[in-house]
C-alpha cells in the first residue's frame, strides 16, 4: 500500500495569512493526488485533483503542485472560512489512501 | 444539484450485521462509479470500497475484504454496503461518495454513524 505522509499535523495561523501544507508519498504516484477540506460534523469537500487542478466552484485561493512523491497545498489569504481539516489522497493505486489530515486553527 | 444520501446506520452488536444505502440525485447514476469510504471518531478519512459503473468489478480494502460487500441499483440509483461480521473497530461514520476521475472524489454524502459495541 502507498503510504502518505502530511506535515505538519497542525498550524495556526492569521487571516490573510499564506499557509502550505505538504504531502509525500511513499513511491511516485506522477500527479494523482487530490486535497480534500473537512469541517467537523462535515463530509470531505474536494479542493485540488491531479496536483493542480480546482475544482469547480472552489476558491482561487487554494492551489496544488508537485509530481512523483511531492506535493504541496498552498491557501493564499486565509478566510475565516478556511479553518479546517485538510486530506491529501492518492488515486494512483488501491486502495487508495489518505494523509493523516492537517488541522489548520486560529 | 448532486445528492447523495446515507442511511441504515445505527448500533450494533459485535459479529452483527448491518445494510447501509446511499441513494443519489441530481445526475445519471448509471453514469458513474461509486466508493464508500468510513471515519472512525476522531481518526482520519479511509477508503473502503468501490463499484465500476457496471457493477460488475468492486475492489476492498483489506480491512473489510471477506465481510463487506459493495452493490449498486440503477433503476433504484442507489448504492449499498452490506456489512457482516462487525467489529467494534468497525465503528465510524460511513460515506458514500461519487468518482469524479478514477480514484477522486467530486460529490460526498453527510455520512451514516454505525457504532458495534455489545
Known amino acids: 500500500d502507498i503510504q502518505m505522509t502530511q506535515s505538519p499535523s497542525s498550524l495556526s495561523a492569521s487571516i490573510g495569512a499564506r499557509v502550505s501544507i505538504t504531502c509525500r508519498a511513499s513511491?511516485?504516484?506522477?500527479?494523482?493526488l487530490s486535497w480534500y477540506q473537512q469541517k467537523p460534523g462535515r463530509a470531505p469537500k474536494l479542493l485540488i485533483y491531479?496536483?493542480?487542478n480546482l475544482q469547480s466552484g472552489v476558491p482561487s485561493r487554494f492551489s496544488g503542485s508537485g509530481s512523483g512523491t511531492d506535493f504541496t497545498l498552498t491557501i493564499s489569504g486565509l478566510q475565516r472560512e478556511d479553518f479546517a481539516t485538510y486530506y491529501c489522497?492518492?488515486?494512483?493505486?488501491?486502495?487508495?489512501?489518505f494523509g493523516q489530515g492537517t488541522k489548520v486553527e486560529i | 444539484e448532486v445528492h447523495l444520501v446515507e442511511s441504515g446506520g445505527g448500533l450494533v452488536r459485535p459479529g452483527g450485521s448491518l445494510r447501509l444505502s446511499c441513494a443519489a440525485s441530481?445526475?445519471?447514476?448509471?453514469?458513474?462509479?461509486m466508493s464508500w469510504f468510513r471515519q472512525a471518531p476522531g481518526k482520519g478519512l479511509e477508503w473502503l470500497s468501490y463499484?465500476?459503473?457496471?457493477?460488475?468489478?468492486?475492489y476492498y480494502a483489506d480491512s473489510v475484504k471477506g465481510r463487506f460487500t459493495i452493490s449498486r441499483d440503477g433503476a433504484e440509483n442507489s448504492l449499498f454496503l452490506h456489512m457482516n461480521s462487525l467489529r467494534a473497530e468497525d465503528t465510524a461514520v460511513y460515506y458514500c461518495?461519487?468518482?469524479?476521475?478514477?480514484?477522486?472524489?467530486?460529490?460526498w454524502g453527510q455520512g451514516t454513524l454505525v457504532t458495534v459495541s455489545s
Open positions: 461518495a461519487r468518482d469524479h476521475l478514477g480514484g477522486v472524489f467530486d460529490h
Open positions: 441530481g445526475f445519471t447514476f448509471s453514469s458513474y462509479s
Open positions: 463499484i465500476v459503473i457496471s457493477g460488475g468489478t468492486t
Open positions: 513511491q511516485s504516484i506522477t500527479r494523482n
Open positions: 491531479v496536483a493542480s
Open positions: 489522497q492518492q488515486s494512483y493505486s488501491t486502495p487508495w489512501t
